[in-house]
Nanobody, 121 residues
Framework: QVQLVESGGGLAQPGGSLRLSCAAS????????MSWARQAPGKGLEWVSG????????YYADSVKGRFTISRDNAKNTVYLQMNSLKPEDTALYYC??????????????WGQGTQVTVSS
């Protein structure tokens, strides 16, 4: 069965960095686009970033553009989110999601359980 397991969350200081990972299994990882989304306390789900199946194109929400970088290693079935210049407003539960298609469509059929990111001094 499809599994998406996020890791790498934790506590970071404002201005700091964290790298999230999402290990995928149960499907042909290299055939599907992947995304990261987040949910802050008391708020709705916010899409953060997406990447094509071959990594040829990436997309970012305006709120993270220039600070976050999405990447993937299809040999390791893993998608990453490098988060730099973290702000307190980045505090959220971060999820990875599998797209239904190879190109980024924002139609997701599987989600991970999430990893908590807290940005605080």
């Amino acid at each position: 069965q499809v599994q998406l397991v996020e890791s790498g969350g934790g506590l970071a200081q404002p201005g700091g960095s964290l790298r999230l990972s999402c290990a995928a299994s149960g499907f042909t990882f290299s055939s599907y686009a992947m995304s990261w989304a987040r949910q802050a306390p008391g708020k709705g789900l916010e899409w953060v970033s997406g990447i094509y199946s071959d990594g040829s194109d990436t997309y970012y929400a305006d709120s993270v553009k220039g600070r976050f970088t999405i990447s993937r290693d299809n040999a390791k079935n893993t998608v990453y989110l490098q988060m730099n210049s973290l702000k307190p407003e980045d505090t959220a539960l971060y999820y990875c999601a599998k797209d239904r298609f190879s190109s980024w469509s924002q139609e997701y059929d599987y989600w991970g359980q999430g990893t908590q990111v807290t940005v605080s001094s």
